[in-house]
């Protein structure tokens, strides 16, 4: 009977050495992944930046409506300004900081923490991980003003500072200009199928971070132009040279890895999104060979915009065209007909730039016209016109310019609004009910607000009142 | 299966007739002084049937068989137990008793005397649960412990239930008791949330798989200090069970019980609503409309656009049909389509009888080395939804024996079965189209689906909201269940001399579960899948939890005043959990929904592991069987939390005074029996803390939210950090409770009360704080919030009359349980439970847990009365808390008369106060099938009662108009205020008549007429308040096309041989 005892307690002693041993590996994950690749984050960061830049979700993404693109059928919130019932700003920055930035950020410290990593790959991966963060920083201080930069993206940290928005962009610029020289077109960058804009071609990758150095660097030009020019400059030569370098988010044709429109206009089957009086009626006076391109008809096989912030007939009223929602249509995310009407502003603004403004701005339109579809032809016969040739046009340089962009941003909602406040041209009338000024910035969102308060309310007071009217610091006139 | 167990049940009989030899044995039974006790009750152990009574000068006279065991009884006596052997004359001496004298079973399946304990337990027999033959436990102990509140979800087979022992302790955790089968912990809870618990069906919870029938006794440990040898599990209170054994049977034949019942179930209020109008809108016949804000029934042949009497589309193809209307829906569905108007009860044409077949046979034995149970049980059970119901499989066999003169050993096996079919509630849910179904459409009659095509559905209404016979019949929401759980353990005893005893316990059991979930939409279910062609879900969770127990426990009787007890021991318990799903969308062909068949799918993996390890001791001090002090220590070390933090001890002391054994007091005949107790402790429970990790994104696609983005795209996988953070440093919730109660019995144990306060403190809640969206997370996983519980508990039985003949006891439980909210963490207001943007149920600082939040009315501020506008319509306020879900006070009611061979018991139940959310309700005035919008438009005039203008004065607007009134009433329904309904209610919970039409030595019958829910009172207006959303802490709350709750009668039999 002893012996028993003896050995239950032996049996029982034995478990619970065994058992505290190894209690401390219990709660780590063995089924859910706790290293993945970081290309897996780098691509689903990539993705997700290019569904919210390419979404017309009325939760998302309004700016069609705000630069008068488009119009709606029947809910005017939108249109008429209202962001605050959807809580817009508050999906935009939860998207990109959480959906966006965080992958970026969490990609490169797996890319900094891979030891098996060729240095030269581990230095090209990297920097293009950061020029991407480039362009989401840029859009967020150019979309709210001062913004958590330096605390931001650290879970530990629930009242993360707001940092200047200047200090920021400046700091913005220096990291592109580091990334740029640290890409070298001798060594590999990520693979073809983690790398959806270049499939993995560094190259392309220096060109889209010289583009983008462009236009951050157009974008200082009012409030400075000193460092603007410098920037501009530098990143002229090593810029786009065609639209073959568009940096392009390729979608597919099956779902449910569509175009975000495809699922927003035909899985969703809604008829809320029409074509807006303002663009159409420029589009039909300058017998624009991109009006079908743009849009499709009303029910009558006519060209007729809707006016934005009224209500509009689905029927009588011409609806965005089918390449607009097609599934594989691409997202995009900087262009080279872009960059060629910011060398032909750059030219006007005197910076040494190749090229003259003319033939800058004739590329720009040429440009988008074949990206949409257009011929060659279409584009030289629409160039001809007086109203439209460099030389002949109405208005002063920048009129001219921000008008045939204004049109050339079709479909590309954010940097049209950007290019809105940048220029101020065309001058857009209010929309209908519209319920405040013209936006030019998004107020903070609503959780910032409860959450950081502190950290809200001085950032708030600092930019000059958290409104949607408050100019921010590039937008000098 | 029945057909198995009735020719057991026959070849056991004969073996019966077999064995047993039986005499008649007479004797006397008296108390200690020697005199005589009228009328009390002698029977054989194991077999109620086979009572008799002793005549005034306490003779009696049995059939016994020299190895059956007789029990003597009766009323204030100790009960006492003769082995008859060679006796033919038995002279039986009882000692005065009070139930205090009773041995309970407390935390870790230990004994003690209940006189002994310092806190607040109450038992519940077996008898007491299934007298009205409840199939599920929850139900089976409503209105029967105090402290304690039962929320059913619904009448559904398998529904879930919310237990809770003197309130909530957690936001958005776990806040229900653990249950103890035999001394082993087994899960009960839901192992998948129902979330916001406003689509899909709701999630049976494990407790499901207990069978009523088969529980002996069941212990309810309501305080911390009662259940602190449990550690970071026992903060929620404890749920001992204790099932059937062979313990105690008699020796040689095998007792053999069988139970059989059937009972019919119906909807437990038919919610009256108006009979007058026709589907339609503003006056107009629309046979598509989902309102009934249409023309009167009778004038349907007037319609413009379908009468047969005017001129119209349809008269112009098939003529004048005066009299008569055009139901587009017959024409679909190949009917004529010319009807003459009529008025169906589509709400009761909808619902069948239930119906719950319940058998249960036990044999239970004791041998001369031990004794051994079997137990089987059945439930099959038909829900009074078409296509519902439940089976029920369980088995059990547990045994002990004595291996030698120091050892023992014993094991418990249970083995169950269920499979449960369920319907959908809330947005996907049955009842959206059935109560307010238009009264003008026959939903019965009209076939479900277009003539030619079985998967084209045809319904009154478009869109989502698929006509509820097509679902009920095409779709599948099922559960399946396989479950084994059990233990065996070895016991060391040894006399280390005369007052000292030893014993030593091992203990291992497990209990390992799957269950497989199955939801199938269908092909041809609107907006599921593309094309409607519908979606399935496949989901399995696997639970094995393995528990290990050792104690060792020392008693010592000191002296003849003072005795100690010391018990020390481990447990260890480790749980894996494996969660896998598939999803496929959109079937190729109709007829075979399976996953195989769909286009595209999807499947992921969770999959967890926890153990705790715990260290424990108790010692308990005893002096003069009058002052008793126990004091209990555990420490846990537990693997889900972070590593730096892992081990808790958790404390807890209690002291029992029992008064009166105090000098001067101890022969009081008015109070014969009383006791002072005060306890505190504390506990705690953990959370899941992990460290960081990936994982697969999940994300809508816009406006469109039909189909999940699904990965990979172009071949790479997309991974993200968890949106979820968690904190490094996140310890346990802490919750300390004081408790103080006194044990009363008076006039010689007639009267017996009990009473008991307590006070919970609670803090470091363990929930999501919401993140600043620049942190990079949406939610961190942190410390935070403090509630507070004040309860006071009270138990009153009064045994009126004590008679051989005629026995009457009336008891009663009253809970009042005060649940506040003093803080959450900095920057959040409030936590979500579940429900919509609002309406939602929340926890909100300063306000009784939970809160229903929603728009409010407008109030004046000074009258505090609702302001109504220009056309009289009330006005929308800011959203506020709206109601208040937790009620002032339970009381449950029980009574129990014997006459001779006729038992009547009785259970009531009444819920004091409390609102909840009835979403329900306020449609039913949207879409016109209200009682309240029937009458305004008959009266043409509706007035918003007791409420001012905007200038401040009475309101005086009679809204008047069709469409008008029309307005009013969808207008009031956008205002979620006016969907708050008072939960307060009345139930006659069950009510049973038992016959013991035979009772021999070897044989009895009884025969049982029973009714569940059968009466209710309540001022909800059109439901039962007991159905309502959620299987979480939103239980009660808030209700929004929730499947209904049932009541019962049947008729059940019972045979011991």
Redesign the interface.
């Known amino acids: 009977m002893k012996k028993l005892i003896i050995s239950i307690a032996i049996l029982q002693g034995l478990l619970i050495t065994s058992c505290t041993k190894d209690i401390s590996s219990y709660n780590d994950e063995t089924k859910r992944a706790a290293n993945v690749p970081a290309g897996t984050l780098f691509s689903n960061a990539t993705r997700n930046l290019s569904d919210n830049l390419v979404s017309a979700s009325v939760n998302t993404n309004p700016f069609r409506f705000i630069v008068k693109h488009w119009s709606m059928a029947t809910y005017q919130d939108e249109a008429q300004f209202d962001f605050s019932t959807r809580n817009i700003p508050q999906t935009w920055w939860g998207a990109m900081y959480r959906d966006v930035l965080t992958d970026y950020k969490e990609s490169a410290k797996i890319i900094t923490d891979d030891a098996t990593l060729l240095e030269g790959e581990k230095a090209n991966k990297l920097a293009i991980v950061d020029i991407m963060q480039v362009y989401v920083f840029a859009n967020l201080v150019t979309t709210f003003g001062d913004i958590p930069y330096s605390q931001a993206l650290d879970p530990g940290n629930v009242y993360p500072v707001y940092d200047d928005a200047k200090t920021v962009y400046s700091d913005l610029l220096s990291r592109l200009a580091a990334d740029i020289s640290a890409l070298n077109t001798d060594n590999k960058g990520f693979s073809s199928s983690e790398d959806f804009l270049y499939a993995g071609s560094v190259s392309k990758w220096k060109k889209f971070a010289n583009t983008l150095r462009f236009k951050l660097g157009m974008i200082l030009a009012d409030s400075d132009a000193a460092t603007a020019k410098a920037n501009v400059e530098a990143a002229d030569a090593g810029a786009f040279t065609s639209s073959d370098d568009d940096g392009l988010m390729p979608y597919l044709s099956a779902t449910p890895n569509t175009n975000p429109l495809y699922a927003d206009i035909i899985l969703g089957g809604r008829g809320d999104y029409l074509a807006a009086e303002d663009l159409m009626d420029p589009l039909i006076d300058l017998n624009d060979p991109r009006k079908s391109l743009y849009f499709g008809t009303n029910n009558d096989g006519e060209y007729v915009g809707g006016v934005v912030g009224a209500g509009n007939t689905y029927s009588t009223t011409s609806k965005p065209s089918a390449q607009v929602s097609a599934a594989d249509a691409p997202g995009i995310f900087l262009t080279y007909s872009e960059l060629e009407f910011y060398r032909a502003e750059a030219i006007e603004r005197g910076f040494t730039v190749a090229g003259t403004a003319a033939e800058h701005y004739t590329n720009g339109i040429k440009a988008s016209i074949l990206d949409w579809g257009g011929s060659a032809g279409d584009a030289t016969t629409y160039l001809a016109q007086p109203e439209v040739a460099y030389a002949t046009a109405t208005g002063t340089w920048k009129e001219k310019i921000a008008f045939q962009k204004w049109i050339a941003l079709y479909n590309r909602p954010m940097d049209g609004w950007l290019e809105l406040r940048r220029l101020d041209y065309p001058e857009l009338t209010l929309p209908v009910g519209a319920k405040s000024g013209f936006p030019v910035r998004y107020q903070y969102p609503n959780n910032e607000q409860q959450l950081n308060p502190a950290n809200y309310t001085s950032a708030a007071s600092k930019i000059g009142g958290d409104e949607v009217e408050t100019k921010l610091f590039w937008d000098a006139n | 299966m029945r057909k198995t167990l009735m020719l057991l049940a026959v070849l056991l009989q004969w073996s019966v007739l077999v064995i047993a030899q039986t005499k008649t044995i007479t004797g006397q039974v008296m108390d200690d002084k020697g005199n005589p006790i009228p009328f009390a009750t002698v029977k054989i152990k194991g077999n109620d049937a086979s009572g008799v009574a002793a005549d005034e000068n306490g003779n009696f006279s049995i059939q016994a068989s020299p190895l059956a065991v007789l029990v003597v009884s009766a009323a204030g006596f100790t009960a006492q137990e003769i082995t008859v052997g060679d006796q033919t004359n038995i002279n039986v001496a009882l000692n005065s008793s009070s139930n205090l004298q009773e041995v309970v079973v407390t935390a870790l399946g230990i004994s003690r005397e209940k006189k002994s304990l310092g806190y607040a337990t109450q038992s519940v027999k077996g008898d007491a649960l299934v007298q009205a033959a409840n199939t599920g436990l929850a139900g089976a102990l409503q209105g029967k412990v105090s402290g304690v509140q039962i929320t059913p979800s619904s009448g559904m087979p398998g529904a879930s239930s919310l237990i809770t022992i003197r309130g909530a302790r957690s936001f958005t955790g776990n806040n229900t008791p653990l249950y103890v089968v035999d001394g082993m912990p087994i899960s009960s809870n839901a192992d998948l949330s129902t979330g916001n618990s406003v689509t899909g069906t709701d999630i049976a919870n494990r407790a499901v798989d207990i069978d009523p029938n088969d529980i002996a006794n069941i212990e309810v440990l309501k305080g911390q200090a009662a259940s602190a040898l449990y550690g970071i599990r026992a903060s929620n209170g404890v749920i001992v069970i204790t099932t059937k054994s062979g313990k105690g049977a008699s020796k040689g034949k095998p007792q053999v019980s069988f139970n059989s019942s059937v009972s019919f179930d119906d909807l437990s209020r038919y919610p009256d609503l108006q009979t007058t109008y026709a589907q339609g809108a503003n006056g107009a016949f629309n046979p598509n409309a989902s309102t009934s804000y249409g023309p009167k029934v009778v004038d349907l042949p007037k319609s413009t656009l379908y009468g047969g009497d005017t001129t119209n589309q349809y008269t112009n193809a098939d003529g004048m049909h005066p009299g008569q209307y055009y139901v587009p829906q017959r024409a679909l569905t190949g009917l004529n389509p010319w009807v003459t108007p009529a008025v169906y009860n589509n709400v009761r044409d909808f619902f069948d009888i239930g119906t719950i077949f319940n058998n249960s046979i036990s044999i239970l034995n004791a041998t001369d080395r031990g004794s051994y149970a079997v137990a089987l049980g059945s439930t099959n059970q038909k829900g009074i939804v078409p296509h519902t119901g439940m089976n029920r499989y369980n088995a059990k066999i547990a045994g002990e024996t004595k291996l030698?003169e120091?050892?023992k050993a014993s094991f418990s096996g249970n083995f169950i079965n269920s499979d449960i079919d369920k319907a959908p509630s809330a947005n996907d849910g049955i009842i959206a189209t059935v109560y307010p179904a238009p009264v003008s459409y026959d939903l019965k009659g009209i076939p479900n689906h277009a003539e030619g095509n079985i998967y084209s559905p045809v319904g009154y209404r478009g869109g989502a909201f698929v006509n509820p016979y097509w679902g009920q019949e095409h779709n599948t929401w099922n559960e399946k269940t396989n479950r084994f759980f059990g233990n065996t353990n070895?016991t060391?005893t040894a006399d280390l001399s005369s007052n000292m005893k030893l014993d030593?316990k091992?203990q291992i059991g497990a209990d390992a579960y799957t269950t497989n979930y199955q939801d199938i939409w269908s092909f041809g279910s609107p907006t599921r899948g593309?094309n409607n062609n519908g979606d399935i879900t496949e989901y399995t969770y696997t639970n094995t939890t393995l528990n290990?127990l050792?104690t060792g426990n020392f008693k010592w009787d000191v002296s003849s005043d003072f005795g100690l007890n010391l018990l020390v021991g481990?447990e260890?318990v480790?749980t894996n959990t494996?969660y896998l799903t598939a999803y496929g969308s959109s079937f190729a062909f109709a007829g075979w929904n399976h996953m195989d068949n769909t286009g595209?799918k999807d499947a992921t993996?969770?999959?967890?592991?926890?153990?705790t390890?715990g260290n424990f001791a108790n010692l308990s001090l005893s002096f003069r069987q009058m002052l008793f002090l126990s004091v209990t220590g555990r420490q846990d070390?537990v693997?889900?939390?972070p590593?730096n933090n892992?081990k808790f001890f958790y404390p807890s002391a209690a002291l029992g005074f029992v008064f009166t054994e105090l000098n001067g007091l101890d022969n009081s005949s008015f109070l014969n029996f009383g006791k002072l107790r005060f306890s505190v402790a504390q506990v705690g429970q953990a959370g899941?803390?992990?460290?960081?990790?990936?994982?697969l994104?999940a994300?809508g696609?816009?406006?469109?939210s039909?189909?999940?983005?699904?990965y990979p795209?172009?071949?790479?996988?997309?991974?993200?950090?968890s949106?979820l953070?968690y904190d490094p440093n996140l310890k346990p919730q802490n919750t300390t409770s004081y408790e103080i109660g006194a044990d009363l019995n008076f006039f010689n144990n007639l009267v017996e009360v009990n009473y008991t306060f307590s006070r919970q403190n609670v803090k470091d809640q363990i929930f999501d704080?919401?993140?600043?969206?620049?942190?990079?997370?949406?939610e961190?996983r942190t410390n935070g919030g403090k509630i507070h519980t004040n309860a006071h508990e009270a138990t009153i039985n009064i045994n009126a009359i004590r008679k051989a003949d005629v026995e009457w006891s009336i008891g009663a439980n009253f809970s009042k349980i005060d649940n506040y909210v003093d803080e959450l963490a900095p920057?959040v207001?409030s936590i979500f439970l579940g429900g919509f943007t609002t309406p939602q149920v929340r926890a909100g600082i300063g306000d009784k847990f939970p809160v229903i939040y929603g728009t409010s009315y407008a109030r004046d501020e000074k009258t505090g009365k609702v302001i109504v506008d220009a056309n009289g319509t009330p006005i929308a306020g800011a959203p506020a808390v709206i109601g208040r879900a937790a009620p002032d006070f339970l009381l449950g009611a029980n009574t129990r008369i014997r006459f001779k061979m006729l038992t009547l018991t009785a259970v009531m139940d009444w819920k004091q106060g409390g609102e909840m959310y009835s979403g329900t309700t306020g449609l039913f005035d949207n879409y016109g099938v209200s009682k309240a919008s029937e009458e305004a438009r008959l009266k043409n005039a509706v007035q918003f009662p007791d409420a001012v203008k905007e200038d401040g004065t009475p309101n005086d607007i009679v809204v008047s108009g069709y469409n008008n009134i029309q307005k009013y009433f969808q207008d009031i329904n956008t205002i979620d205020e006016s969907s708050i309904v008072k939960s307060s209610f009345i139930k006659m919970r069950e009510i049973s008549l038992r016959v013991q039409a035979i009772k021999k030595a070897n044989f009895g019958l009884g025969v049982n007429f029973f009714a569940r829910n059968l009466l209710l009172w309540t001022n909800s207006p059109y439901l039962d308040p007991e159905s309502s959303q959620g299987n979480t802490n939103m239980a009660g709350a808030f209700e929004r096309f929730t499947l209904p709750q049932t009541k019962s009668f049947g008729v059940g039999i019972n045979l011991q041989f």
């Open positions: 030698s120091h050892f070895v060391y030593v091992y593309s290990s050792l481990n260890i480790n494996k595209t993996e969770t999959s967890s592991k926890y153990r390890f070390i693997s889900s939390m590593s892992r899941t803390y992990r460290s960081n990790f990936y994982t994104p994300y696609g816009g406006f469109y039909g189909s999940p983005i699904l795209i172009n071949g790479i996988k997309a991974y993200i950090p949106d953070v704080v919401p993140s600043p969206g620049s942190t990079g997370a949406t961190f920057g207001e």
